[in-house]
């Protein structure tokens, strides 16, 4: 049998969202947004200082703009592993063709004052690259830039160069899930968050009106933006780069630090996002403030394609193909191409050419919701052997996982791989619903 789409994804969300919006309070699982912000991460920030830094916005804007439209807080993390972010720091420095700017990391390197076995500091090898880079014309540039780099790479003792694809695809995922649900989203990317901010605006426009989507630049470890900027001019960091190539320029005057004084927070290097850049005691303070707002009340929200669910399972994959998303509900219906409107989800988006997405997404009316074992399966349909898909899950209540699998020989409409289960519970005594992933 051929395949046919029953339900286009306009007209299916036009069936679930009669379902979800009839939902009374009392039985509302779901916190519903109209804007999300997303906050990148700078260099040497773990996991916990990144949500650190995320509340602190989020204590700033709370959960409603100016204007009464919901809000959502997400950390767009890239782990900050100290070595590896001087390699990551370094490709992406050649990658915007800004042969100066590679200068984030060289303040930080002293600043840890890290050796490797030969005795000889980071910053050593930094002097050494850079003495060589400064004295060859552009010609030579791409095979400097790649034995510089893959010199460090072999000190460091890595097998590869750089592993951060993944941290960009999940960046993506991420953003493609709150613009489907038709939120305007407002990027904040602090130091080496930029590079990556970079990145996730572009492919945020190649999906939606650039209208929808709005950056703001702290600390910019990169000449190329996308937005406002905000840079103290006693911040070393940012300065280092001044000395060998272009930087943005300076947009407020910050004391300068001192060693022995009560410098009210500040860091010596006038770079941290809290001590400096939302630090109260300075006029820096409200430059935040000012761009978000004025982000609040220029974008335009998206098309809403897909509906927010209690949890919502999202697959794209990496070309051409029909790859399809299976998800067995508790009660053994099978949601899919054929049967998108279960007992408890909705297939809302089934995409038959490329790259995705197709969706589901769980009802929020806790009077629909099944408890029990979901089991979320893909299928390569038809001409999709060999592509890599990949699920992700977004829930209420803070659950999100990503997992990849190459897709096999077509299965037609039969599941293919099994990829987890996700088992929704309810507390009698709180009333409350969970979801945790199983493999």
């Known amino acids: 049998m051929n395949k046919k789409i029953h339900l286009s994804a306009i007209s299916l969300l036009m069936v679930a969202s009669s379902i979800t919006n009839a939902t009374d309070d009392v039985n509302d699982l779901c916190n519903k947004s109209d804007i999300t912000i997303a906050y990148f991460n700078g260099v040497l920030t773990d996991e916990k200082t990144a949500r650190k ?21 997400q950390v767009m993390y890239n782990k900050s592993q100290f070595l590896s972010d001087f ?21 930080e390197i002293i600043k840890q004052q890290f050796q490797n076995n030969n005795g000889k500091t980071w910053l050593g090898h930094i002097n050494d690259a850079l003495t060589v880079i400064a004295t060859v014309p552009r010609f030579a540039f791409d095979l400097i830039q790649r034995e510089v780099v893959d010199s460090i790479v072999a000190a460091l003792k890595l097998t590869a160069p750089i592993a951060e694809r993944e941290t960009y695809l999940k960046h993506e995922r991420d953003l493609q899930q709150s613009l489907l649900e038709g939120n305007k989203v407002i990027m904040i990317a602090h130091s080496q968050g930029n590079l990556f901010v970079n990145k996730a605006y572009q492919y945020s426009i190649s999906k939606t009106d650039s209208s929808a989507v709005g950056v703001i630049h702290v600390a910019p470890a990169s000449i190329k933006l996308n937005g406002n900027h905000i ?209």
């Open 87 to 107: 390699v990551e720091t370094f490709y992406q420095r050649f990658s915007e063709e800004t042969i100066g700017d590679r200068w984030e990391l060289y303040t």
């Open 231 to 439: 840079l103290a001019d006693q911040d070393l960091v940012i300065n280092g780069l001044r000395l060998s190539g272009s930087v943005p320029s300076n947009t407020h005057s910050i004391p300068v630090y001192k060693p022995f004084g009560n410098n009210f927070g500040r860091d010596a290097f006038g770079h941290g996002f809290l001590e400096t850049y939302t630090n109260h005691n300075f006029p820096i303070y409200s430059a935040l403030d000012s761009e978000v707002n004025n982000l609040f009340n220029t974008l335009k929200a998206p098309s809403k394609i897909t509906e927010t669910g209690f949890f919502n399972v999202m697959l794209t994959w990496d070309g051409l193909g029909d790859v399809d998303l299976h998800v067995v509900e508790p009660s053994g219906n099978k949601v899919m191409f054929s049967n998108p409107i279960g007992g408890s989800g909705y297939l809302d988006i089934d995409n038959t050419y490329a790259n995705g997405p197709e969706h589901y997404f769980a009802s929020c009316d806790a009077t629909k919701l099944q408890t029990g074992a979901y089991r979320v399966g893909l299928a390569n349909y038809s001409r999709a052997d060999g592509r890599v898909a990949t699920l992700q899950v977004k829930s209420q209540t803070g659950v999100s996982h990503n997992k990849s699998f190459v897709m096999g020989q077509s299965t037609g409409s039969a599941t293919g791989i099994n990829a987890f289960t996700l088992n929704v519970s309810k507390d009698e005594e709180t009333g409350r619903y969970k979801v945790l992933v199983a493999e």
């Open 53 to 73: 830094n995320l509340n602190e916005i989020e204590e700033r804007y709370s959960d409603q703009s100016p204007s009464g439209e919901n809000i959502k807080y």
